[in-house]
């Protein structure tokens, strides 16, 4: 009994360590940036897949997610295919883990969103890990990807989401003199607790990172624009 038990176990551990990519997951959209908050965890024996449809009406749909190893193995660059309803102009797969650019499918078939450099983590309120936060968003033209440390109740929490790219620049300004930034602008809603770190960044995804490692790349951030309030 032990040992089949030992063995139904290692099996479930083997298909967690060898679990597929993460990807862009979509049906039917006329513009893939309308899903590259929308991502899906494939199965070890997948890959990421993007498919390019020229439908009745002469539209181009797009559909995203995951496709068997076997399948992608039978598709060439030039693949074209027949739908019920259009003609697959183009299918193809990648099995790369996303990248600051987003899952490796939000580029296949000579596509790629524009909003993948706004899309960041963001949850409401404090989180104990990061990972628990999977919820992405879209930030606003005139904001970027913020993260930050609280200590909450003597256990150290996390908070992430998005914020005014005026305000990031004055968390710079006032990291010398260690002075309270007044915040006009909006807050991620719950965030409470003592300050141990704030950090801005711009890339997909990529206040899920380090709040100290993003800090200090931030000089970097804001290098070719004036420091301004």
């Known amino acids: 009994m032990e040992t089949a038990l030992s063995f139904v176990v290692s099996l479930s551990l083997l298909g967690i360590i060898h679990a597929g990519p993460i990807c862009m997951r979509c049906i039917n959209v006329a513009d893939i940036s309308n899903c590259v908050t929308n991502t899906i965890q494939c199965g070890y ?24 190893n076997t399948v ?10 027949y739908k019920k309803r259009g003609l697959v102009n183009c299918a193809a797969c990648c099995n790369e883990a996303p990248g600051k650019d987003g899952p490796c499918n939000a580029h296949l078939c000579g596509v790629s969103p524009g909003d993948l450099q706004k899309t960041c983590v963001v949850c409401d309120g404090v989180h104990s890990d990061v990972a628990q936060c999977t919820t992405t968003a879209v930030c606003p033209p005139n904001e970027l990807c913020f993260s930050g440390i609280r200590i909450a109740q003597s256990a150290i929490r996390y908070v992430v989401g998005c914020y005014e ?7 710079l ?17 719950g965030d409470h607790g003592i300050n141990i770190c704030d950090a801005c960044c711009k890339g997909y995804r990529c206040n899920a990172a380090d709040c100290f490692t993003l800090k200090k790349n931030m000089t970097a951030l804001f290098d070719s624009a004036p420091r301004t309030v």
């Open 173 to 189: 300004d006032n990291d010398n003199t260690n002075s309270i930034i007044q915040r006009s602008g909006r807050i991620i809603h």
């Open 72 to 81: 992608c193995s039978t598709l060439a660059p030039t693949y074209v295919g």
């Open 165 to 171: 790219e005026r305000v990031c620049k004055a968390m």
């Open 45 to 68: 024996n997948e890959q990421c897949y993007l498919e390019s449809v020229l439908n009745e009406d002469l539209r181009i749909t797009y559909n995203a997610g995951c496709q068997s």
